[in-house]
């Protein structure tokens, strides 16, 4: 079964060329376009792996990373930090509220299909949700 990955960006053409890049890759592609649709779609569609933002309307990625980390069926759950935030400071805040990478825009979106493969080949079982990364 291949990985399931919800990419949660409010920059729909920023959603669109990860979603076309992952979805060449093999992996199934879940959009949400802010933070509160982003905890919906992880409680309902149950990603392997989320691409989060930190800029968004509603609840920016920090507080939708904290929320993810404290609950228990999804404190495991690998989340790549996309983000213009690249001062070392939010840097720092994202590692230290659980992201498993952070990764700055402008973006090479075959990076991120890196890191996305890189994360997939570290789980032992894609669906379990049962290992962190400290990449």
Known sequence: MPLKVLVCDDERHIVRLIQV??????YTVVTAFDGKEGLEKIRSEKPNLVVL???MPYMDGFEVLKTIRREPETENLP???LTAKAQDKDVFEGYHYGADMYLTK???PMELVTF???IAQGTDDPGSGSKRYDI
């Open 79 to 81: 989340v790549i930090m």
């Open 21 to 26: 890049n992952l979805e060449r890759q093999g």
């Open 106 to 108: 402008p973006f090479n």
């Open 116 to 118: 996305v493969k890189r």
């Open 53 to 55: 933002d930190v800029m």
